[in-house]
């Protein structure tokens, strides 16, 4: 069935370099949105891209909807320790009630 | 901080227990949600409910019984458990535009089970 690959699992950083997670669906989406889980918390709504080739910045954030709508990207430049967390990105399978998660990128800072 | 309330937080419960999970969504939302988040695993969606009916039972086995008395509150009845159904259970809930932009799951904090 349709499922959302993202890579990598992990991502060790040093603090103030960039980074890229990768979000990969076997079939065209509707929407991608994407996630944050801080350590011992739930995941909390960041944003969600609807149109080809679409980019939105959030702050050093920058997401990206592929022109063919089966791939995402997240992209953090200077990372900082408020950035540690796991990023999930999530798509529309099957009908418009279910969303299917990415496994997660966890991201780890070294200062 | 959260529109969506979780009760309890963590729960201790052996094999032959029962107990419930509460959910409460404060958002007027149409839809509510139960996952499943386990170590080294992706979210996994357990049950959808969508104007209090029960749209989507993802192959949960049915020592997991969910509950939508209104679209506000959502249950999920334990009972016989195994050790591998230690996890944290996340609810969601979400408005349905119909695939407009704006759609977002607003999660709770979760409870974090371990059944012993």
């Known amino acids: 069935g349709q499922q959302v690959m993202q890579i990598p699992q992990y991502q060790h950083v040093q603090e103030g370099e960039d980074f890229t997670t990768y979000c990969n669906s076997s079939?065209?989406?509707?929407?991608i949105q994407w996630y944050k889980q801080r350590p011992g918390g739930h995941p909390v709504f960041l944003i969600q891209?609807?149109?080809?080739?679409e980019v939105k910045k959030q702050k050093r954030l920058t997401f990206q909807f592929g022109e063919a709508k089966k791939n995402s990207s997240l992209h953090i430049t200077a990372t900082q320790t408020t950035d540690v967390g796991t990023y999930f990105c999530?798509?529309?399978?099957?009908?418009?009630?279910?969303?299917?998660f990415g496994a997660g990128t966890t991201v780890t800072v070294r200062a | 901080e959260t529109g969506v309330t979780q009760t309890p937080r963590h729960l201790v419960m052996g094999m032959t227990n029962k107990k419930s999970l509460k959910c409460e969504q404060h958002?007027?939302?149409?839809?509510m949600y139960w996952y499943k988040q386990s170590a080294k695993k992706p979210l996994e969606l357990m049950f959808v409910?969508?104007?209090?009916?029960?749209?989507e039972n993802n192959s949960v086995p049915s020592r997991f019984s969910p509950e939508c008395p209104n679209s506000s509150h959502l249950f999920l009845h334990l009972h016989t458990l195994q050790p591998e159904d230690s996890a944290l259970y996340l609810c969601?809930?979400?408005?349905?535009?119909?695939?407009?932009?704006?759609?977002?799951?607003?999660f709770g904090p979760g409870t974090r089970l371990t059944v012993l």
């Open positions: 999530a798509g529309p399978i099957t009908n418009d009630y279910k969303l299917s």
């Open positions: 891209l609807v149109k080809s080739g």
């Open positions: 079939t065209t989406l509707s929407n």
């Open positions: 409910y969508s104007l209090e009916e029960r749209v």
């Open positions: 969601a809930s979400r408005q349905l535009n119909a695939g407009q932009a704006g759609d977002e799951q607003f």
């Open positions: 958002l007027g939302h149409n839809a």
